[in-house]
């Protein structure tokens, strides 16, 4: 869902700050993280990056071999 509707918007940059740990309650961005489990947080991080590069090869080849071929001199 977040991945269509940054896309509607023309956006394509997501900044989550999901592996953040709570380790107490009362930080004011706690509401951003999945918990204080380590192992939690991994499984739902992965699954809300696949969901963002799902398509990425198939959809963006075209801007991957521009920024490979790009070259600073």
């Not at 989550?16 to 004011?28: C, E, F, I, Q």
């Amino acid at each position: 869902l977040m991945k269509q509707e940054l896309a509607l918007k023309g956006v394509n940059l997501a900044l989550v700050s999901t592996l953040d740990l709570v380790k107490d309650p009362r930080w004011g961005r706690s509401e951003e993280c999945f918990g204080e489990d380590p192992k939690l947080a991994a499984k739902m991080t992965e699954a809300i990056v696949a969901g963002f590069q799902e398509d990425l090869i198939q959809k963006d080849v075209n801007y991957l071999d521009q920024t490979v071929s790009l070259r600073v001199e």
